[in-house]
């Protein structure tokens, strides 16, 4: 038997120069009534999810949008029946949206739209919007103090907003001691940071969240809990394969690292992935995906327009000594 088909949504995600979003307020009597939404609606047979985005913003809002480009797509499976949004961002309009068919309109900063009542699959939009397009994974230096420094002078660019801190060869004190005193780096220059480590380590640290690499990601899938963060805090894991994905889906991870797309220096025994089958991932995620293996920001577009967030590397995003080859 195959699975029921999802229906197709095309949404978009409409800012303003100010950051603010706009959001519309679903009727009562509709699925997900009540609740808050983006504008979109449903995609018709033989349309494509741009032509659909076009069509549903001029009927629900009476605009045009003239730069829309793919956020991220969803799938979800709401009781009756499951549903697949294709999520754009649109920067820019013709005319003034109105709410057409009646729905409240509201412009709201896009770090407030988590305050408000958003149907359940919108969860993965809400989180694409607060990632940025590229993680910078911290190489793995015998010398915490090159690491910090390497940090710094990375953070100074301002280019990077995410990181991991990742050293495998360490124990968990050394782990821990580092961790302290790059969280605070970070967080002076607007950055957040995830610890490779044990959410305990991570958590003691002050860090923003957990990075969960292969092996315990699997340990915390065998035990079928997402990992104790505290409110808002990230769980992001590390995904090869069709069955690491299914494990980071069944945790709840907030996004996930997809390697090695590219052949990569950090690893040269890895087959990569390549595009497509990144494109493929991707789209089964159900939550943002960035590209790592090989990457550099000249990548971001390419991993966007497969369904990525963007681009993780170590080599491609650091600016310090430290990596050597
Ligand atoms: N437009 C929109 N739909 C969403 C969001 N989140 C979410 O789960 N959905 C679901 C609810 C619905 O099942 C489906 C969208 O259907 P819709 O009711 O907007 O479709 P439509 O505009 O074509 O409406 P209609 O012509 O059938 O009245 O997607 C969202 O943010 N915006
Ligand atoms: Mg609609």
């Not at 945790?251 to 089958?277: E, K, Q, Y």
Request: net charge positive.
């Amino acid at each position: 038997m195959t699975a029921p088909r999802c229906l197709d949504v095309a949404i978009g995600v409409i800012l303003d120069p100010s950051g603010a979003c706009l959001v519309a307020r679903r009727p009562r009597d509709l699925p997900q009534g009540g609740r808050w939404e983006f504008p979109g609606g449903k995609v018709a047979p033989g349309e494509s999810p741009a032509r659909a985005l076009a069509r549903e913003l001029d009927e629900e809002l009476g605009i045009l949008p003239r730069r829309a480009a793919p956020l991220i797509t969803v799938a979800h499976d709401y009781p009756e029946g499951c549903v697949r949004l294709h999520v754009f961002t649109v920067h820019g309009y013709a005319g003034s949206p109105r709410g057409r068919e009646g729905q409240p309109l509201r412009w709201v900063p896009v770090q407030d739209l988590p305050g408000l009542e958003f149907p359940a699959a919108n969860r993965p939009i809400l989180r694409a919007l607060s990632l940025p397009d590229r993680y910078l994974i911290t190489p793995d230096h015998p010398d915490p103090e090159a690491v910090l420094r390497g940090l710094a002078r990375t953070l100074e660019k301002g280019t990077v907003r995410l990181v991991q801190l990742r050293a495998p060869a360490w124990t968990q004190a050394e782990v821990l001691a580092l961790a302290r005193e790059a969280v605070p780096l970070c967080h002076r220059h607007g950055a957040r940071i995830l610890v490779n480590a044990d959410p305990q380590t991570a958590a003691a640290a002050g860090a923003d969240g957990v990075h969960l690499n292969g092996v315990r990601l699997a340990q915390w899938a065998a035990k079928g809990a997402r990992p104790q963060v505290g409110d808002g805090q990230l769980v992001a894991a590390s995904v090869h394969d069709a069955d690491s994905l299914g494990q980071a889906r069944g945790l709840g991870c907030d996004f996930v690292v997809i390697s090695p797309v590219a052949p990569t220096a950090t690893h040269p025994g890895a087959r990569p992935l390549g595009w497509n089958r990144f494109a493929e991932l991707a789209r089964a995620a159900g939550c943002p995906v960035y590209a790592l293996g090989g990457m550099t920001p000249a990548h971001i577009p390419r991993a966007r327009a497969r369904g990525g967030q963007g681009v993780a590397g170590i080599r491609g995003l650091w600016q310090g000594e430290g990596v050597g080859g």
